[in-house]
């Protein structure tokens, strides 16, 4: 069994589409999703048809907000919640389709259990809207905390910046991993990275591969200035929304 593991796609479609590419091309057969499919970018609707495919697809922060009142979130953020909300409401009112959106997107769960494995869009500790950013490791408290919820595995998302956490307190990023890191008997957080905003400075898609106990992070070029474009235009959605793809921050 070959799973990918997809996370913050915010409604950017054209990464999505490029990264299901590349996800069949590595022969993977299950898509887990760790959340956020809405929020920032201008295809809400194409992107929530395509997660619905998806072997398992979690609640994010954003798809929350999107659903019901947002809280915590800067007003860039929260007027692109707003927006994603329109559109999900007026797209053919009362037609199947356009419910089921609503539906499939209310029905999500906080997590997902496999054997000593836990998959959340943020941490184990708060599923939805906890940080666990790379220079938590200096937050010992906080970092012991959180891998006392866990078994072996937490699979994880929402900071955009993917990686591993190991119990000694370090981050590794993809690249000082060689793009792979072996699982074993120690416990680990392991951030996927974002499909639709990279923010750790290379504007690559980002996912990862769960293959016979390794983890393989992959990047994937996608037309950026194809979403920046159709950004542009949304009085709702600011500039900056567009302009941070290209330089993935
Ligand atoms: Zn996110």
Redesign the pocket.
Known sequence: MKRALIS?I?SNIEALQAVLADIRKQGATEVFCLG?VV?YGPNPRECIDEVMKANVCLL???DQGALFDPEGFNTGAERAIFWTRSQLENYAPGAPDGVSRWEFLGERPRSHKDGDCIYVHGSARNPLNEYVFPEDIYNRRKMEKIFALIDRCAFQ??T?VPGVFTEDFQFYSPEELNYEFVLGSEKVMINVG?VG?PRDGDPRACYAILHDGRVTFHRVEYPFEETIAKIYPIPELDNFLGDRLRDGR
């Open positions: 913050d915010h956020d929020g994010g922060n954003h998302g929402h955009h974002s905003q």
